[in-house]
């Protein structure tokens, strides 16, 4: 392994505190940033606490960074989004030096693979005049994955397979379901998704009233399920549908606390009439949207 290596590839000074570091190299070379994550790794000089991580421990923040990255988005904050980005990218730098460390591939391995892909999975735009006059036919994204997939560990056996377990629930629903749609497995009619919406409402009552709590949560879940196929069924996607009213129910408690403050008093001191009042103004003011 190289470890402690220069992008030039001096390694005399490794260890050497006197030495020239990555930080004084070109901030905007994305050689700088690959240094600085593999000096950050490197045994005994190195950063004590990125020395002790493992791709596991850093999945979280992976995950965590690119909804941030979305949260920018959303907000319309281009500063922040500059920076969330960075975050991002880090995080991809940072799982390829560990595998890089391990011997399984390198960061160049990466672009080399998502550059290859891009061009393969868009033969309309790199592909010779006759491709490229022709567009993309219907069905081409997923026939051009099934064809990647062949032969290797992400090969499809069932219709639902290679949809990840880690993306957040209301997400994977989605896809679940599309991907089930597309082999006709699916109501063909939106008041057939109402009316089933209705009958695991009446289902969830009637656990809540005389089922254990396990009971309770798989009637709540199939809840959620259906809802999320309410909202694939009118073109609404309800990661980004909860995520917005998330936003809204944060904006309005937070003039809830605002408009005590300014009255002297506090969420912890007011009653819930009070607070209701003040939750109806700002509804209100929203001109009824809700």
């Known amino acids: 392994m190289d470890q402690g290596r220069s992008p030039q590839g001096n390694t005399d000074g490794s260890g050497d505190l006197t030495s020239p570091g990555p930080e004084t190299l070109p901030r ?14 490197t045994p005994e000089t190195g950063c004590p606490w990125d020395l ?6 850093i999945a979280p923040y992976t995950l965590e960074e690119a909804y941030e990255v979305v949260d920018a988005i959303e907000r319309a904050e281009m500063d922040d989004l500059r920076d969330e ?21 390198e960061f160049a391995d990466v672009v080399e693979a998502i550059s290859t892909k891009m061009v393969r999975r868009h033969p309309h735009v790199f592909g010779d005049a006759a491709t490229r006059a022709a567009g993309v036919e219907t ?19 069932r219709v639902l397979d290679d949809i990840p377990a880690a993306l957040p629930a209301l997400t994977r629903a989605l896809k679940l379901q ?40 798989e009637e709540f879940g199939d809840l959620l399920f259906v809802m ?13 549908a909860l995520r917005q009213a998330n936003s809204k129910f944060t904006r309005r408690f937070n003039y809830i606390e605002d408009t005590l403050e300014a009255r002297g008093s506090s969420v912890e001191d007011a009653d819930l009439n009070e607070m209701d009042m ?12 809700d």
């Open 278 to 289: 003040i939750w109806n103004e700002i509804r209100q003011r929203d001109n009824g949207a």
């Open 52 to 57: 002790q991580q493992d791709f596991s421990s």
């Open 228 to 240: 999320v196929n309410l909202g694939r069924h009118l073109g609404l996607d309800a990661e980004d």
């Open 85 to 105: 980005l960075g975050d991002l990218l880090l995080q991809v730098v940072y799982h390829a030096q560990m595998a890089k460390e391990a011997g399984h591939f």
């Open 178 to 217: 599309k991907r089930a749609a597309r082999v006709g497995f699916d109501w063909p009619d939106i008041s057939q998704v109402l009316d089933k919406i209705v009958e695991e409402a009446q289902e969830l009552t009637e656990a809540r009233n005389s089922l254990p709590v396990e009971k309770q949560a």
């Open 139 to 157: 069905g081409f994204w997923e026939r051009a994955k099934d064809a990647e997939r062949q032969g290797t560990a992400k090969q499809r056996e």
């Open 28 to 41: 905007q070379e994305i050689t700088t940033l690959l240094a600085i994550m593999q000096a950050l790794r």
